[in-house]
C-alpha cells in the first residue's frame, strides 16, 4: 500500500522528554551515544544514535523504554546535522531500484526524492567497558520505525560481526508496523556473541533487506545492554488465545512462551496470561502438537493495559519420517546418540550418525524447520548449565549446517536444568535429564 505525502501527522518537536518518568539511567538523550557502567538496568550499557524519536520528539510524560509505540508523525523527514549515518533517515534495502518494479507494493519511503532514500549502515557498538566481564546476558535494542516486512513482502536480515542473527531476523520480519510509529524492540544475543563482548572492541551490527523491497524503515537508537537486571526493566502483562487458524476453534494445551520467561499453557478455551513481558514489541510464540509453530507481535506497555493478542496456529502437512519412526509438526524427539565428554561442548565422532539423519530429514523435507534443544540435571551452576547446553546444540547445528542445510531452519536454545523429565534426586532421573532433543516447528 501507498500512503498519501499528506498523511496527518502530530509533530511533537515542542514537547519535552520527562527524564524523570524513565527507567533507565541513560538520560542525556540529546546526546549521540552513551557508554553507562554499574547502573540498576545493566552492567553496562551502550548506546548510539541520539533518543528524540527521529527527531520529532517525545509526548510529555512519554517513555521510550516503558510505553507503547509512538504516535503517528510526517514523512518523509531528513536528518539534522548532527545525527550519525544511518539514524534518524530514511533507509531503504541496498538492492532497492526506484526503476524496478514492487511486486507487493511499496511505501512512501522508499519513493521519495527529498531527500534521496539511504541504504542501511553498519551501526558500531564499542564494548570497551564491558571488556573481561563475565558475560552471563546480552541484548541490543533497537527503537524502530516503519518496519513492515509482512506487508512488503521485503526480508531483513541482520548480522553481528558479519554473523546471521536469525532470532532477530524472524523478529523484524513478524512486525508490521504502519503509521509511521516507533518502537522499542529488545533482541537477546545468542552466546555465541558473548565472547566478542568480553573482549572489548566493538560490535558490527548491521540490517538490510535481502529482496530489494519498497519497504522504507528508520532507526532512532541502538542500545546494547551487557548482563542486564530483569527486575529492573519495565514490564507489563499480555494476554490472548490460540485458536487453529482454519476454523477459528480453541487450542488448548498449546505452548505459549515470550523471551526471557518461563512458559505457559493455554486452558480450555486456548487462554493464555503471560506475567512480566519486557516492554516494547514483544514476539509471543505459540505451538501445539500437530500444528506447524505461530507467532503474534505484541506491543507491551508497562502495566496489564495492553491489547489481547490472538496467535493462529496451521496444522503440519501429514507426517514425515525420522530415523524409521513417523513425525508430526509439534513433536518432540529425544536424540540419544549425540554424546559429549563430561563438560564439554566438543561433538564426539558416535554423535555423527544421529546428526547424519537430522541432515537427511531436513534435505527430505525442504520446507520443514526444527529446533534444538539442550538439557542438563540439576547438578551444577544452573546458568553454567545453560551456557554449557546452548553450546552443546550450538555445535549440533553447526554439523548440520556444514551438511548443507541452510541455517535459517534450525533454531538452537539451551535450557540447561530448566524443563527436566524426571526427578534430579536419583542418578537414573538426571540421566534422562540430561538429553538433547529436536522439536518440530514446521512441517509443510
Not at 523484524?172 to 563482548?197: M, R, S, Y
Request: charged share 25%; glycine share 10%.
Amino acid at each position: 500500500m501507498m500512503r498519501a505525502a499528506g498523511l496527518a501527522a502530530i509533530v511533537l518537536a515542542s514537547t519535552i522528554a520527562v527524564y524523570a518518568q524513565s527507567v533507565t539511567a541513560d538520560r542525556d538523550w540529546k546526546a549521540q551515544g552513551a557508554v553507562l557502567t554499574g547502573t540498576r538496568e545493566a552492567d553496562v550499557i551502550v548506546r548510539v544514535g541520539d533518543v528524540d524519536n527521529l527527531g520529532f520528539g517525545w509526548p510529555a510524560e512519554f517513555d521510550p523504554f516503558c510505553g507503547r509505540m509512538t504516535q503517528t508523525h510526517e514523512y518523509p523527514f531528513a536528518p539534522q546535522a548532527n545525527d550519525l549515518p544511518g539514524f534518524d533517515r530514511m533507509l531503504v534495502s541496498s538492492k532497492f531500484s526506484p526503476a524496478s518494479g514492487a511486486k507487493c507494493g511499496g511505501d512512501g519511503y522508499s519513493r521519495s526524492e527529498t531527500p534521496r532514500p539511504a541504504s542501511p549502515v553498519v551501526y558500531s557498538l564499542p564494548t570497551d567497558a564491558a571488556k573481561g566481564t563475565t558475560v552471563q546476558s546480552a541484548h541490543v535494542q533497537l527503537f524502530i520505525d516503519d518496519f513492515q516486512a509482512p506487508v512488503f513482502c521485503s526480508k531483513f536480515e541482520v548480522s553481528i560481526n558479519n554473523t546471521r542473527f536469525i532470532e532477530a531476523e524472524r523478529v523484524l520480519n513478524a512486525i508490521e508496523q504502519t503509521g509511521p510509529v516507533g518502537k522499542l524492540v529488545t533482541l537477546k544475543l545468542p552466546e555465541e556473541f558473548h565472547a566478542a563482548i568480553a573482549a572489548g572492541g566493538a560490535l558490527q551490527l548491521k540490517i538490510d533487506d535481502a529482496n530489494g523491497a519498497a519497504d522504507g524503515f528508520a532507526i532512532d537508537f541502538v542500545r546494547l545492554l551487557v548482563n542486564r537486571r530483569r527486575e529492573s526493566t519495565c514490564a507489563g502483562d499480555v494476554t490472548g488465545v490460540v485458536q487453529d487458524k482454519d476454523t477459528g476453534a480453541p487450542i488448548a494445551g498449546a505452548r505459549v512462551q515470550a523471551s526471557d520467561l518461563p512458559s505457559v499453557m493455554t486452558d480450555k478455551d486456548g487462554r493464555f496470561l503471560l506475567r512480566g513481558v519486557t516492554t516494547g514489541y514483544e514476539t509471543v510464540a505459540a505451538s501445539a502438537a500437530g500444528y506447524n509453530d505461530g507467532s503474534r507481535v505484541a506491543d507491551v506497555a508497562q502495566g496489564s493495559d495492553n491489547a489481547p493478542v490472538t496467535i493462529t496456529l496451521e496444522k503440519g502437512r501429514g507426517s514425515a519420517a525420522f530415523a524409521g519412526k513417523t513425525i508430526t509438526a509439534g513433536e518432540t524427539i529425544n536424540l540419544n546418540n549425540i554424546l559429549f565428554d563430561q563438560g564439554k561442548a566438543e561433538l564426539r565422532p558416535e554423535s555423527r550418525a544421529e546428526l547424519d539423519r537430522i541432515a537427511a530429514f531436513m534435505k527430505a523435507n525442504p520446507l520443514a524447520e526444527i529446533e534444538l534443544s539442550g538439557h542438563t540435571s540439576s547438578e551444577g551452576e544452573a546458568a553454567m548449565n545453560r551456557s554449557l547446553s546452548y553450546q552443546r546444540v550450538k555445535a549440533c547445528k553447526d554439523y548440520v549446517v556444514a551438511a548443507g542445510i541452510n541455517l535459517e531452519r534450525i533454531l538452537v536454545v539451551g535450557y540447561g536444568p530448566d524443563r527436566p523429565v524426571a526427578p534430579n534426586d536419583t542418578e537414573a532421573g538426571r540421566a534422562r535429564n540430561r538429553r538433547v532433543e529436536m522439536r518440530v516447528l514446521k512441517l509443510n
